[in-house]
Every structure is written in C-alpha cells, then in structure tokens.
C-alpha cells in the first residue's frame, strides 16, 4: 500500500458489496469458465474528490465513501420508502461500482509487445465508451444479482425503475456504433464483439478489432497469407484511431450539450467506419487481382513446360534410340506418288438431289417379281 492509501476492511458490509459487484460483472462477462477480472481483492477509498471511482493498473478498485459506499449501507438500513432522488443516487452508485468492475475485465497490456498501441485519447474514448456501454446494458441485471444477499431487496424495484446518467457522451454512441459495425462485418453479434473487447488488453484491443474483419473478408476467402496480417492491421486500425482521437476534447467541452456530445461521438464512430471500409476495399481488390494474375499465368504455364520438356527428352535421348526413333518416323510421300484408298474403297460422300451418280456405279431397282437386277448405269 503506497503513502495516502485507504483500504476499505475486507471483514466489512461496504467491502462484501464490492466484491460481490465485482462477481457479478465477471459473470456477466467472462460467463461460466470465461475470463475472470484482474482484481486483486483490495478496495481503496478513492482519493480523488473529482472521482467516484476508478480501476487502477495494480488491480486495486477505488470508491468514492461519501458518494458511492455510504448512500447503499444508509439504503440498507433505511425503514421508509425512498424517494426518488435517493434511488437515483443508489442507481448512480451501483452504476460506479459496475463501471470500474467492467474496466478490470480486461488484461494488463504491455506497451512493449509487438504490436501495440498506446493509451492515447483514442484509446480512451474507444475504451471509456465501450465499458459505458457494456455497463448501461447490464446494470439492471447486476443490481439483481447483487441486491438481495446485500440486504437491498426492498429498495431493489425503486432504483431499477430510474433512468440511467451516461457519463460519457461522446465516448459512448461511438463505441456503441463501432461496436455494431464490427459485428455486421464479421459473424459475432454485436454483443459478442462488445463482451469480446470489454475483455482484451487496451494495447492488443485495436488489433482484435480489425482482426474481425480481417478473418472474415481476408483469411476466410483464402486472400490474404497469414504472414501479412501486421502490415494489414496497421491500415485498418489507422481510420479508427484518427476519427476517435478527436472525441477527448469533445467529452471535455463544458459548452457543449449531451445531446451535441452525443451526435459528435456518432459522426466520429461513422468516419472510423467508413474509413475502415475503404482501406478493407483496397486491400481485398489488391489480393483479388493479384490472385488473378497469378491464376492466368499458372494457366499458360503447363503447355509451355511441357513442350520443354519433350523437346529437352528428345536431345537427350542415347544415339541408338535416336536411330530407331528415324526409322519408325512417319515417312512423307514420294514425289509423284498417289494415295490409295484402303481397301479400294472410294469414301466421298455421295452427291444430293438429281445429280449423277459417280461413273461405273450400277443402281438397283426393287423388280415386282423378285430380287433386285442390275441395271446398266445412267449417263449424264
């Protein structure tokens, strides 16, 4: 425990409700035998006023007491109705507490692997807005689970009946439509693709993105050697991090509304999209045709290795197979010499119609009182 830091004790109500938060959000995500958070079972009061939670690197799970721990213990407590600005704020809490769970979801990623990209702004707002996004899917069903061995059943239907606060929203719409657009571009839905990256590395994430894509239009039709999936992720990861780098300041703007915010972050996840697309174009025409030329030139190369390879047996061949080979030759004709037909027989077909018979030629004609005379031949 570094200098300043509060841990909450595990033996207490506030830390059982944490990890059973936590619990929740695993099963919700990983499911059975799935992933599991990288919590490290410590619950650090949250330092920072300006926060209400927060996941840190090592693991630890910070909470706001004041706003998050001690509204859901006086809750439990509580012998009246609540009101709604009290359900809310429980809703609110809960909402904290699954949020920062979810980021734990993932793996702690390493800068230095090949590959990776940095927590920069567009991985933020990438990142940020999909944990959002999974954590407003699921809150309802996570506040089920936890609520009753909590001692919070009978506050359970009031704070599933208020509207969720999005606490990001610019970073939210754009994860979401990412999210949706991967999925029509591959064979996830689109909550398999969000449960998916809720649960891979922030520096492997953009990577596991495109490879949807990838797999699906390149590897899956045989187009592209696996040898060249680097180089092919870096053209489709580019338009994702350009568009959503922009939505940092977006999400900051205090002069803009939820409703601009929200209509930024989905114009910046429809330019991502976009461009993804045409590089996606670009780099599947690129090994369409090349497959195409390949193909035609394969196809022109059998007979000309053959006829090589003839012509290379015969001038190989022993001088005494040569000389048979002369002597069983086809012989051409002799000057002068004519061409007898086998068997003596002439094989040009007959002429049509009234035309005369060939000379010599005799014709039958059926005789009433018997077999067939001859005839002496016509002449034309």
């Known amino acids: ?62 909470v706001s007491v004041q706003q998050v721990l001690v509204p859901l213990r006086e809750a439990r407590d509580l012998d009246r109705p609540l009101t709604d600005d009290e359900a809310w704020m429980l809703r609110d809490a809960m909402d904290t507490l699954t949020h920062e769970a979810a980021h734990l979801m993932a793996p702690l990623g390493d800068t230095a692997e090949p590959e990776a990209y940095p927590y920069d702004d567009a991985a933020a707002a990438d990142d940020e807005g999909r944990v959002e996004h999974w954590t407003k899917r699921n809150l309802d069903l996570v506040i089920s689970d936890v609520f009753a061995d909590a001692g919070l059943d009978k506050v359970e239907a009031a704070v599933l009946a208020q509207q969720d606060l999005n606490a990001y929203a610019a970073f939210t719409p754009a994860a979401r439509h990412l999210d ?61 991090r350009q568009s959503l780098s922009r939505l940092a300041a977006v999400e900051a703007d205090e002069s803009l509304g939820s409703d601009q915010k929200t209509a930024e972050g989905t114009k910046a996840a429809q330019n991502a999209v976009a461009g993804l697309d045409q590089e996606l174009n670009r780099v599947e025409r690129h090994y369409r045709i090349g497959i195409a030329q390949r193909a035609q030139q394969q196809s022109q190369r059998p ?60 014709a039958h004609r059926p005789h009433p009182d ?11």
């Open 180 to 240: 949706k657009a991967l999925a029509e571009r591959s064979d996830l839905t689109s909550a398999e693709v969000t449960q998916k990256l809720l649960c891979t590395a922030d520096s492997q994430r953009w990577n596991v993105e495109v490879d949807m894509v990838i797999d699906k239009h390149l590897v899956e039709p045989g187009l592209m050697p696996e040898a060249h999936r680097a180089e092919v992720r870096k053209q489709l990861v580019a338009p994702l």
């Open 303 to 362: 007979a000309s290795r053959l006829n090589q390879d003839v012509r290379r047996a015969q001038d190989n061949l022993p001088p005494d197979l040569k000389r048979l080979r002369a002597l069983t030759a086809p012989q051409a004709p002799a000057a002068g010499a004519t061409k007898q037909s086998v068997g003596g027989t002439d094989h040009a077909l007959p002429a049509q119609g009234n035309a005369a018979r060939p000379r010599g030629q005799q």
């Open 370 to 380: 018997g077999p067939t005379r001859p005839q002496a031949p016509q002449r034309g």
């Open 1 to 62: 425990m570094t200098d300043g830091e509060v841990q909450i004790p595990p033996q207490s109500w506030e830390y059982r409700l944490v990890a059973a938060v936590v619990y929740a959000v695993e099963q919700r995500a990983g499911g059975r035998g799935g992933p599991r958070t990288r919590w490290n079972g410590r619950v650090l009061e949250e330092s920072d006023p300006e926060n209400l939670g927060s996941a840190h690197a090592d693991g630890s799970l910070a």
